[in-house]
């Protein structure tokens, strides 16, 4: 399973955010990183096939994702976004339930077995099994995101894509669901998801791609993506990398002029 | 099951309907009537040729009315939506009210209704679009703006005229009535409502995936501009064919939805049936009460629903009913 962008370029308001994105994603964490506002939302929902990129193509196994059906696209690709559900009374359950709906055909309105299945399982491993049937709005922050990682899981998509799941989480929540979300990756998924901490990519991630300049500055394994001249260009913003056993640490560097 | 219920409900409803009206009939000769339907006489045909087809009309309406409430309610996601947001019935009502005071012939006036009803649906809808979506909040605003245009022209097409059978058909029209209806207006209106009927129908696990929001319906492959068109259309049609049998009946589109979602939940695959069995069982028993509280003057549908159905409302809104949307 492939999912290739061919000289991706998107926009947004008729201005060109980032140009000439190519890139090769198979299965594995795949982190996404930049300055707010470069275009990583734009760009995750351009590979989810929710937006039409500018310029290029995005493909996934050979088929242009915009030209797959809509409930096609979402048998293979799920997006996680986060944020509130517009009908706050919905039990867990129930909204775990509508992953399913891909998997139906327009005439079958009764879950099958395997719905029951992949709903159950989706709720076990994200904990969420004693929650099944509290509502949505009843639900704190961390456990909305859960609901909507369950969401994914119950979908069976073989791509994850994740827009920021841990911003808004405490250090607790934040570690439970990159947890889950690299369980995702080692069951075989491509996972690509937009990350704000930098040590969250390093630790977790199996590749990181360094979006800025209008384009991509870096993609590899994260100690030579996310290097001082990567985050630099990046950020704008002086670090030094530090490689522990824990992993890489990133410290602003504070004395000297940046330039 | 609770579905179940509300289904006895309708034949109840209409039961109490058929018995009683401005003339008394005794429970032995209307079964009798009802067993018999050719045995003639005078009894019979009461029954037959004013009661029961009234009594279907009337749940025709309800069905309708309802139906086209909870559709929009759950497409627009927002509790507080009323069928006539789409423009039908203050469409109809402008060009009823135009027509009869140019004088142009009775027989053609519910077919202009109909038609200029669902032109202004149209127009609201075209209002309404935001590049290929129907945007919600666009498409109320453009509902009651026109609503409140059309509004101003039938008054003063009423002050217009002077007194007389038009301006009284103006007013009858206004209150809500079905004084007068039998089978041929609802053979003219059925095809309108079992369409509307069937494109509610197709769109009701659609509309389940929808309350998780827009977005995350569309990722879930949802075709929401295509949902958004196809009940749009099917809600015009159904409030189209209530306001051509009945027209201006209020507030059955808009409590009706939400006294079916105490009962059987926000699934709407129980959810539509419910309003549509709670909303004809309603209009029936409202219709009933029309004709018998004041007979042999008959109370206009509308108003008596009004009386009912705005105390209902704000019970319903200040015990939070609005809360569960974001």
């Not at chain 1, 719905?115 to 969420?128: F, H, I, K, M």
Request: one cysteine or more.
């Amino acid at each position: 399973m492939t999912l290739e962008l061919e000289r991706v370029a998107i926009a947004r308001g008729g201005r060109t955010l980032l140009g000439d994105v190519t890139l090769a994603l198979e299965s594995g964490f795949v982190a996404l990183v930049g300055r707010n506002g470069v275009g990583k939302t734009t760009l995750l929902r351009t590979m989810a096939g929710a937006l039409a990129p500018a310029e290029g193509a995005v493909r996934l196994d050979g088929v242009d994702v915009r030209a797959l059906a809509p409930r096609e696209r979402a048998r293979r690709i799920a997006l996680v976004e986060g944020g509130e559900p517009a009908f706050t009374a919905l039990s867990v359950e129930d909204a775990v339930a509508s992953a399913r709906f891909p998997h139906h055909r327009w005439f079958e309105w009764e879950p099958t077995g395997e719905d029951g299945a992949a709903v159950d399982d989706a709720l076990t491993r994200t904990d969420l099994t004693a929650l099944r049937a509290r509502e949505l709005g009843t639900l704190s922050a961390g456990e909305r995101q859960r609901v909507w990682i369950a969401l994914a899981i119950a979908q069976r998509a073989g791509v994850v894509l994740l827009d920021e799941p841990t911003s808004h989480l405490d250090l607790k929540a934040s570690v439970e669901t990159l947890r889950l979300v690299r369980e995702l990756a080692d069951h075989g998924a491509l996972v690509v998801a937009v990350l704000h901490q930098l040590e969250e990519a390093a630790a977790f991630a199996d590749r990181v791609v360094v979006l800025g300049e209008g384009g991509v500055i870096a993609d590899g394994v994260p100690p030579s993506a996310l290097t001082s001249a990567t985050i630099f260009r990046a950020f704008d913003v002086a670090v030094t990398v530090e490689r522990g056993p824990d992993g890489l640490a990133f410290h602003r560097r504070t004395s000297a002029a940046r330039r | 099951m609770r579905l179940l219920a509300l289904a006895a409900l309708v034949p109840l409803a209409m039961l109490i309907g058929v018995a009683f009206g401005g003339a008394a009939i005794a429970p032995a000769a209307l079964a009798h009537a009802l067993l018999h339907p050719a045995s003639g006489g005078d009894v019979a045909t009461i029954v037959w040729q004013l009661r029961v087809p009234r009594v279907c009309v009337a749940a025709t309406v309800g069905a309708a009315l309802a139906l086209a409430g909870a559709l929009l309610q759950a497409l627009l996601r927002n509790p507080l939506v009323d069928p006539y947001l789409t423009g039908v019935s203050s469409g109809a009502g402008a060009s009823i009210a135009i027509a009869a005071t140019l004088g142009i012939a009775p027989a053609l006036i519910p077919p202009l209704g109909f038609a200029s009803g669902l032109a202004t649906a149209v127009l609201v809808a075209v209002l309404a679009r935001r590049g290929p979506r129907l945007d919600p909040e666009r498409l109320i605003l453009a509902g009651i703006s026109l609503s409140a245009l059309l509004s101003a022209i039938v008054t003063l097409a009423l002050e217009r005229l002077a007194r007389g059978a038009a301006s009284e058909s103006i007013l009858a029209w206004l209150a809500g009535s079905l004084a007068g209806r039998g089978w041929p207006d609802l053979v003219a209106a059925a095809p309108e409502a079992l369409a509307g009927a069937a494109l509610g129908a197709f769109a009701i696990p659609s509309l389940n995936v929808l309350r998780l929001g827009e977005g995350r319906a569309a990722a879930l492959g949802v075709d929401v501009v295509r949902l958004q068109w196809v009940l749009l259309i099917g809600a015009t049609l159904l409030t189209a064919a209530a306001v051509a049998l009945a027209g201006l009946v209020g507030f059955v589109g808009l409590i009706v939805p939400h006294l079916a979602r105490r009962v059987v939940g926000a699934d709407l695959r129980a959810l539509v049936p419910a309003a549509v069995l709670v909303g004809a069982a309603l209009v029936v028993l409202a219709d009933a009460l029309a004709r018998t509280l004041a007979a042999p003057a008959e109370i206009p549908l509308g108003v008596l629903l009004a009386f009912v159905g705005v105390p209902t409302f704000l019970v319903l809104y200040l015990r939070g009913a609005a809360r569960s949307y974001a």
